[in-house]
């Protein structure tokens, strides 16, 4: 897989908020992405869409007309597609595949049946990632104190929220059972500040990993939109979103970890630890999982210290994520009697 040159991305102006979009591609090679994947997906597209206007191109595939000219120029050239109509815009094209075009676009859809919006490299989110972590605002003490001004919390634990929130390190609220652990832990999820940029798909290998689930990235508010305008030559294979909050409950299990093959589309679905990047991942309830309450913690915990995830696809594909996440844990149990002390010792704050 081709390396991505990082200076798109770290060249994004400097007077922007952390959360602007990278530059839009104007070429094949500007994408960081392989010829034949750009000229697979499109190949797909036709074939499920049959005869296709460029403009419907560019709205499935996320990429920008230059991008999808310069492929389907090579399309045309290898007899794999050809100009079905044209009209008196240079746009005002539609597109359709050779019989010998349809036989090859039926053997990619049988190797993958994924027909979606581009996927950005794994090189060029790392850059993101990171590039979105050290510009992440932070909650001061009057945030914090405004938020819970009506509330009964103590002044002792809101100061420890406010340094646990400050510091990044992991948070463990535990207490009896319908004390506010979850809605206290959401309430400081969505107190996250600033906007980040999340990929629709990621690029690992030879596989697609989708990213971008509009459950948990959220839509920017209209007073975050207009202090961040999301400018007209943004890559549209990325998108604008408020930080992710992402809980899990007792229904986690051990490969629920890594990339969950989403068969029907031909992809993987992105990890709660990849969703959660730049944001908050929550855990209720820790000692319900189905996987031991140590094993959980300190699998995320050693991800968030170190700052990637080890993840692996179902063919025995390992690779590296960036994971720059908040990590709160919420238990009903005493922590010394769920954790061990190796455990312990990896909790920044017990609240």
């Known amino acids: ?158 100061q420890m929220l406010g340094a646990a929130m400050y510091s990044g390190r992991t948070m463990l609220l535990y207490g009896p059972s319908g004390s506010g652990k979850s809605v206290l832990a959401r309430r400081l999820g969505a107190m996250q500040q600033g906007l980040i940029a999340v990929p629709h798909a990621l690029m690992v290998g030879q596989d697609i990993i989708q990213v971008y689930d509009p459950a948990l990235h959220r839509a920017p508010l209209p007073r975050q939109v207009r202090q961040a305008p999301e400018r007209r030559s943004t890559d549209p294979r990325w998108v604008l979103c408020q930080r992710p ?32 990047n730049n944001g908050l991942l929550i855990v209720d309830d820790l000692g319900r999982q189905r996987m031991a309450a140590n094993d959980l913690l300190n699998r995320f915990s050693q991800a968030q210290e170190l700052r990637r995830s080890q993840l692996s696809l179902a063919g025995g594909y390992h690779f590296s994520a960036p994971c720059r996440m908040r990590l709160l844990f919420s238990t009903s149990q005493a922590p010394e009697t769920l954790l061990d002390a190796s455990a312990l010792r990896r909790v920044g704050y017990k609240i």
């Open 1 to 158: 897989m081709p390396s991505l040159d990082p200076s798109p991305y770290a060249a994004i102006a400097e007077t922007e908020p952390g959360a602007a979009l990278p530059p839009q591609p104007k070429t094949l090679r500007d994408t960081g992405l392989p010829q034949q994947l750009i000229v697979e997906l499109i190949a797909k597209a036709i074939y499920v869409g049959g005869r296709t206007h460029l403009p419907v191109l560019t709205t499935k595939l996320h990429l920008s007309i230059n991008v999808l000219r310069e492929a389907l120029d090579f399309l045309v050239a290898e007899h794999v597609a050809e100009v079905a109509w044209r009209g008196e815009s240079d746009i005002d094209v539609q597109y359709q595949l050779t019989a010998a075009g349809k036989q090859r676009a039926s053997g990619w859809m049988e190797r993958c049946r994924y027909v979606g919006p581009a996927p950005v490299t794994l090189e060029a989110y790392r850059a993101m990632v990171e590039r979105q972590a050290l510009q992440a605002p932070q909650l001061c003490a009057d945030d914090l104190a405004a938020e819970f001004a009506d509330d009964f919390l103590s002044q002792p634990v809101q």
């Open 245 to 276: 909050v992402v809980a899990l409950d007792g229904d986690l299990s051990e490969d629920m970890l890594d990339p969950q093959p989403d068969t029907p589309n031909g992809c993987y679905r992105a990890p709660p630890q990849l969703m959660a």
